[in-house]
């Protein structure tokens, strides 16, 4: 079955890099997604990757994915203190009519 | 552009009251429509889907059930609520091909 999996929570100084790991289970995702929830508000589309890409760079947002050991990651670099919030990954499956979603990473950004 | 609406925002009924929340979408055609609840803290729960008008699937037996009247209209309900209904409650959207789901705002449900 589908399965995705998170760390719970991750706590980094402002000015340091993020790196919020995922593991996935489903060999046949097309897309993997990272969503960013802030307090009290609804899921935000950060990033996604196509599964035939290694990487993706999007400003202080990059992601890794590692197809053969299924493991994807988030890295942002300078994290700020408005990066706090909760990280979920997902991978699409059933052709892309349903998204598994992990459990979310709650990350806290120190000043 | 594509824009989901969900209402209200909060809400506080007591243990036996009725429910409703309604989504729509604008700015696509037959969508995906999906309704989540989060509790605090914690991970999404899939509630119910739909992939077209009428077709309702529901992930977990619960008190809750759901309608799509109109294709760009998904309504959450209750006939009574209990204490463990509460929760965020969001609605999101799916389009094929990458660009995953898009969710609404949420309704923070708190049932007293």
């Known amino acids: 079955g589908e399965d995705v999996e998170q760390s719970l929570f991750l706590s980094v100084r402002e000015g340091d890099s993020s790196v919020i790991n995922c593991t996935y289970t489903?060999?046949?995702?097309?897309?993997l997604y990272w969503y960013k929830q802030e307090p009290g508000a609804g899921l935000q589309l950060l990033t996604y990757?196509?599964?035939?890409?290694d990487m993706k760079q999007d400003q202080r947002l990059t992601v890794l994915l590692n197809k053969k050991d299924k493991h994807l990651s988030l890295r942002i670099a300078d994290t700020q203190t408005g990066d706090s919030a909760i990280y979920f990954c997902?991978?699409?499956?059933?052709?892309?009519?349903?998204?598994?979603f992990g459990g979310g990473t709650r990350l806290m950004v120190k000043p | 552009s594509q824009t989901i609406h969900q209402w209200p925002a909060t809400l506080v009924q007591p243990v036996g009251s009725p429910l409703s929340l309604e989504c729509t979408v604008e700015?696509?055609?037959?969508?995906?429509l999906y309704w989540y609840r989060q509790a605090a803290g914690r991970g999404l729960q899939l509630l119910f889907y739909?992939?077209?008008?009428?077709?309702i699937s529901s992930e977990v037996p619960q008190n809750l059930s759901a309608s799509r009247p109109q294709d760009r209209q998904f309504i959450l309900s209750s006939k009574k609520l209990l204490l463990s209904d509460s929760g965020f409650y969001l609605c999101?959207?799916?389009?094929?091909?990458?660009?995953?789901?898009?969710f609404g705002s949420g309704t923070r449900l708190t049932v007293v």
């Open positions: 700015g696509t055609s037959n969508p995906n």
């Open positions: 489903d060999s046949s995702s097309t897309y």
């Open positions: 999101a959207y799916g389009t094929v091909g990458g660009g995953g789901y898009t």
């Open positions: 997902a991978e699409d499956a059933n052709a892309g009519n349903m998204l598994t």
């Open positions: 990757i196509f599964s035939n890409m």
């Open positions: 739909s992939v077209g008008i009428g077709q």
